[in-house]
């Protein structure tokens, strides 16, 4: 079965750094875009980052040049290296595929996600 699990998160002061992981498995990896989304504190997942099959990537403005994507088809996984972190960056962070999983009941897929707060 398909299965996201990301990692990495933690607290960090502003202009700290993190790298988040997410583990693809259950999925084929290497054709499909893969994408960054994110949850604050009462606020809806939003999409900010996105590295095509062909390691093409685009970003949101409001973390290019500080958020770089990556990916690696061999391990199955793709990385947020997150520089010069910002307190409005604090949010659950996701990965999936774009437009996302859909499994076979219609239903949509999403992993745990991982925790990452900024403080002042």
């Known amino acids: 079965q398909v299965q996201l699990v990301e990692s990495g998160g933690g607290s960090v002061q502003a202009g700290g750094s993190l790298r988040l992981s997410c583990a693809a498995s259950?999925?084929?990896?290497?054709?499909?875009?893969w994408g960054w989304y994110r949850q604050a504190p009462g606020k809806r997942r939003e999409f900010f980052a996105r590295?095509?099959?062909?390691?093409?990537?685009l970003y949101d403005r409001s973390v290019k040049g500080r958020f770089t994507i990556s990916r690696d088809n061999v391990e199955k996984t793709v990385y947020l290296q997150m520089n010069n972190l910002k307190p409005e960056d604090t949010a659950i962070y996701y990965c999936?595929?774009?437009?996302?999983?859909?499994?076979?009941?219609?239903?949509?897929?999403w992993g745990q996600g991982t925790q990452v707060t900024v403080s002042s």
């Open positions: 590295i095509t099959s062909g390691y093409s990537t």
């Open positions: 999936n595929t774009i437009p996302g999983v859909t499994l076979s009941g219609g239903s949509s897929y």
């Open positions: 259950g999925i084929i990896f290497s054709t499909n875009d």
